[in-house]
């Protein structure tokens, strides 16, 4: 059995965390994770379309109503989740200032905990990103007793993260699917290079999807591992079937060609699998196009591909370099049970095969 201090600070069987993806709903998929014996992670989710399109429109008027939406989700998300498992869970804050809603967020997470001890006990961290982890506001995140991570892309960041008196920094490299770095490093070379510059553990994200991939992420120095693409393809995920059959076809659909594209758009660098909508995308920023045009562009998509409609040509599909090795939607639990026997069986073999007695 694969223990490591992850597993001891999350309360969790196997040092497994499922990466937090918004702003789509990840409260089925946390769930199960969860009950996997893995770490589930409810997403922080966007506004209503017509409601975000509003407050696009006229900050002022509409902030209050939006503040009100993103608080509704959340909450209910988390009471959701707490039902359906016995098991601790997260949430992730995207804590950049295109999210006023979160000093709000703050507020209302630690009242329900306290209004309500069965989430208290299982609410046990949460994950900040995208964002200033020094925000005043954020400390009380662990003054009301909850655990923070929060997820950086550089060594430079995760210094910082430290700084702010976080209680484990996550990890991502390059490779992940959705916002990436401007300044690209591969998860191979960001984890020793983080595990060495901080203190607190470190958790491993950014292209993992198996067994070989914990054993490299401990091998590195990290406590465990952050998966967000293979999670997308599992049977519990909320995403639409549709956008979860293109992530599974990835390798077959791009034989002669990496599967996904980075744009650096109105919403910053986001990995993304190629389709209609990514390519548009990336031409419009290549070619300099208005700021506007790109942020309307960027945002009327971004609902599309995952969301209802399933549309999986003129939607966003952020989605990471992994999917390129994936073909099967399974069960969350069957994810996590192959990741840990793969490991297992790893960790046994490499001695016997590498090491002179
Ligand atoms: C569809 C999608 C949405 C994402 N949304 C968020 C988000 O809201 N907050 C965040 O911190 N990271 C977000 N991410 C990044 C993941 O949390 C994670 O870092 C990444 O998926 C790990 O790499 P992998 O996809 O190769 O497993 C998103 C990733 C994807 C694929």
Not at 49 to 73: G, N, T, W
Not at 308 to 330: C, F, S, Y
Request: with cysteine.
């Amino acid at each position: 059995m694969i223990k490591t201090e992850l597993c001891q600070l999350l309360g969790v069987q196997y040092p497994i965390m499922q990466a937090p993806m918004g702003p789509y709903d990840t409260t089925e998929l946390a769930a199960a994770v969860s009950n996997a014996g893995g770490f589930g992670v409810v997403s922080h989710p966007g506004a209503a379309k017509e409601v975000a399109l509003k407050a696009l429109d006229s900050p002022a008027e509409y902030l209050e109503e939006l503040i009100e939406d993103v608080k509704a989700k959340v909450r209910n998300a988390l009471h959701w989740v707490k039902e359906h498992t016995d098991c601790p869970f997260g949430l992730n804050l995207r804590v950049a200032p295109e999210h006023p809603e979160v000093p709000n967020l703050v507020d209302m997470i630690i009242e329900e905990r306290e209004k309500d001890q069965d989430l208290k006990k299982k609410l046990r961290l949460i994950i900040t990103s995208a964002g200033d982890p020094g925000q005043l506001h954020l400390k009380k995140i662990q003054e009301a007793g909850m655990l923070r991570f929060h997820t950086v892309p550089s060594v430079y960041h995760a210094r910082k993260a430290e700084q702010s008196g976080v209680d484990a920094i996550v990890a991502t490299g390059y490779e992940a699917g959705g916002h990436v770095a401007y300044q690209p490093v591969h998860t191979f070379v960001l984890i020793p290079a983080v595990v060495e510059a901080v203190k607190v553990p470190v958790i491993a994200g950014g292209g993992i999807c198996d067994g070989a991939g914990l054993v490299a992420a401990l091998a590195f120095g990290a406590a465990g591992i952050y998966i967000g693409t293979r999670f997308i393809a599992s049977k519990e995920c909320e995403f639409h079937p549709r956008s979860k059959e293109e992530i599974i076809q990835a390798s077959k659909k791009f034989p002669k060609e990496a599967s996904t594209i980075v744009t650096e758009g109105f919403f910053g660098p986001l990995r993304h699998l190629k389709n209609a909508y990514s390519r548009k995308l990336y031409e419009l920023t290549q070619s300099g196009a208005d700021r506007g045009e790109i942020l309307q562009y960027e945002f009327n998509g971004i609902y599309l591909g995952f969301g209802p409609e399933g549309n999986v040509e003129n939607g966003a599909l952020w989605a990471g370099q992994v999917a390129e090795r994936l073909d099967k939607i399974l069960p969350a639990k069957e994810i996590i049970d192959r990741v840990m026997k793969e490991a297992e069986e790893k960790l046994r073999s490499l001695p016997q095969r590498f090491l002179s007695p």
